[in-house]
């Protein structure tokens, strides 16, 4: 679902991920049409990014 969002509305997703800044930003960009497709890779990139869940945890180190 946060991939569809990010698709077509960018400037929603960043405002779900609590980034109120880049959210305007980014709708600001989305407003061209040139815009569009940057301002959704941004998105993409940014949930990427904002998901350490999804990444193998470190190994804790015996004796410590």
């Keep these: 679902m946060y991939i569809a969002i ?3 509305l960018p400037w929603l997703l ?3 991920l609590g980034r109120t800044v880049e959210g ?3 709708l600001i960009l989305q407003l061209t049409v040139l ?3 940057p301002a ?3 998105a993409l990139v940014t ?3 904002s998901r350490p869940g999804r990444r193998k ?3 804790a180190k015996p004796g410590k």
């Design 6 to 8: 990010g698709i077509l």
């Design 14 to 16: 960043f405002f779900m």
């Design 24 to 26: 305007v930003i980014c």
């Design 35 to 37: 815009g569009w497709l």
């Design 40 to 42: 959704a890779i941004w």
């Design 47 to 49: 949930l990427h990014r």
């Design 57 to 59: 945890p470190k190994s």
